[in-house]
């Protein structure tokens, strides 16, 4: 079978590579990858490490679909020829998320893991969950982690419902998700974002939507929502942006941090974040149970993820080109 495989740190050490297909151990189930979602994580890892513990050669991916085709002994938790989708961190299962206070978990797949840019994969059966049966394999392929990450901001964390209004940052992957998240459940949804995207995610069920380019957002939004500001918001950048997202949000508010694209170090005001009584989530991913939950929904629903390009297998490094440039949504490389 094909594997991408690189042998040290950097997108120039990536070969595509003939390898033996594996055998499923013990608990395990063999799957035949049929789609991989990127993220910006991925390229992330692929380029600098990341700081993980990279084990050599090292797969980079984490969000695959595939079918299972053969079972270890003692997997019984799925059948040959059963649909799945990977887990992005599979030994969170539910509850709360494992390590302590000095020592946070962060076991994920194409990290702390192997990655899953490959043919076949052979992983505890623990590892996946059913795939959705309304979505194509590069659909449900986008779950995983964009997916679950703003289902686990808005669904799980948030309690999002009706009445509610939802600001959403960016039109990548997980704020898209957002947007079809918080409509589902009624929620009154304003896009902060670059103007020709805004067009296609008033499309997509955005109520309103913000140039953050030519006016000033945080000022747009409060006027959008007769100074009462957003319940609940997706804050994707991080550092002094962090800040702003303080200023816009409701009394009693959620601000979900979830990326940090200037920087991993936030500041905001301090009045307004205790006057206001805001509640501020550090959201990474989620759990497997979130996740069942998150494809029930989407069964449900209707909800059907956004993909900006598909890549054949040996086309990777033009999908992480894809993502350097910015994606509307997902970029999927396809197997099948």
Known sequence: MKRWEMDGIGRDRLELREVPVPEPGRGEVLVRVAAVSLNHRDKLVTDNGRGLPLAFPFTPGSDLAGTVVALGDEAGRFAVGDRVISTFTPDWIDGMRPGNGRTPAYRTLGGFHPGVLAEYVAFPQDWFVAAPAALNDAEASTLPCAGLTAWFALAERGRVRAGETVLVEGTGGVSLFGIQIAKAHGAEVIVSGSAHKLDRAMALGADHCVDRAR???VEAV???TGDRGA???LEVVGGAHFGRAVEVAAVGGRIHQIGALEGFEVSA???PLLL?????HGIGTGH???LEDLVRAVDR?????VIDGRYPLAGLPAAFGHLDRGAFG???VELA
Do not use: C, F, S, Y
């Open 215 to 217: 006016e000033d957002w």
């Open 222 to 224: 409060l006027a959008l």
């Open 231 to 233: 319940d609940q918001i």
């Open 269 to 271: 005001p301090v009045m």
């Open 276 to 280: 206001k009584d805001l509640t501020v």
């Open 288 to 290: 497997r149970r979130a």
């Open 301 to 305: 629903t209707g909800l059907r993820p």
């Open 330 to 332: 997902k970029v999927v």
